[in-house]
């Protein structure tokens, strides 16, 4: 919800923008950058929200990184093609100047990125059984009868 308020801000911001400017000179074209701030801005929070409660929390749940992955994939992308909008502007020497930040910008959202496709890839231990003293882990094992093989599940621990 968050980020469809900034979009319609930002779109609302663009409009006044260009309304405000009928009068301009080519060289003072500035359309649409206020607009752009905006909604990087905005949208620039959730992946340090999600770094920030990385740091705090401590979440290790695939579905947390599947999100993380997610967000921060699209955001990076989201911030490299306004930078190479901005870079590709023209009547707009001082937009070249803000390459570097939105370079560090996306570094931050490839981190959040990297650590979500961590969580997704690493591998967890089977759960543990505890029954009393007794402790085990199920893992997949082959079942044979001397016949024939089928998959089957396999109990091993301390009993």
């Known amino acids: 919800m968050m980020r469809i308020s900034s979009l319609l801000v930002a779109a609302a911001l663009a409009f006044a923008a260009r309304d405000a400017h009928a009068d301009h000179r080519p060289e003072d074209n500035w359309d649409g950058v206020a607009a752009a701030f905006v909604v990087v801005g905005a949208i620039e929070l959730a992946p340090v929200a999600l770094l920030t409660v990385d740091l705090i929390a401590k979440p290790q749940s695939k579905v947390y990184g599947g999100f993380e992955l997610a967000v921060g ?87």
Do not use: W
């Open 73 to 159: 994939g699209s955001v990076a992308l989201l911030n490299t093609l306004v930078a190479l909008d901005l870079d590709r502007t023209p009547n707009c020497p001082g937009c070249q100047d803000m390459l570097p930040y939105f370079a560090g910008v996306v570094a931050i959202d490839l981190a959040a990125a990297a650590h979500g496709a961590y969580l997704l890839l690493r591998e967890e231990p089977p759960p543990a059984l505890e029954l009393g003293t007794a402790r085990g882990r199920f893992s997949p094992t082959v079942v044979s009868d001397g016949k024939a093989s089928a998959p089957g599940l396999g109990l091993v621990g301390t009993f």
